[in-house]
């Protein structure tokens, strides 16, 4: 696949809700490890069993030339590191009902702050109204 060729995904799961739902057609292009940045979204083979992942960079390692992933809907980074062999390719667009959208500076910067703060709260919040230790009888 050369940079002027996109890869189509049809995505589903739910680790990278909010802003990837089950259906959308995901666009991937082809990346150069020296390219990807923090925040960016990424195809990647998991290490063990080989499974396709889509998920968001947290941290690069340049000099070990590796990766740190989380998905947007979870609360905890990947257990493992993801090598630059690993790597399929950028997530650059997604499409949904007719209407695509590309994944720009400003929009992966707004879903990584929502992903890092906002989420994480919602799901607590989520956990903590139906424990029925905080209930009052």
């Known amino acids: 696949m050369n940079n002027a060729e996109l890869r189509r995904i049809v995505y589903s799961g739910p680790s990278m809700k909010p802003l990837f739902r089950h259906g959308y057609i995901l666009a991937c292009e082809k990346a150069a490890f020296d390219t990807l940045r923090k925040r960016d979204i990424i195809v990647f083979s998991a290490p063990r069993s080989g499974e396709k992942i889509v998920h968001r960079i947290i941290r690069i390692d340049f000099r070990k030339r590796h990766i740190k992933t989380k ?54 919040k989520s956990i903590i109204k139906t424990q029925t230790i905080f209930r009052h009888s």
């Not at 993801?82 to 390719?89: F, L, M």
């Not at 950028?90 to 906002?118: E, H, N, Q």
Request: charged share 20%.
């Open 71 to 124: 998905g947007d809907g979870s609360l905890l980074p990947d257990p493992f590191t993801i090598r630059e062999e690993d790597i399929i390719g950028r997530i650059t667009s997604y499409s949904r009902s007719g209407s695509t959208t590309v994944l720009t500076p400003m929009l992966l910067y707004v879903s990584y702050l929502y992903s890092k703060f906002m989420h994480p709260y919602r799901k607590i």
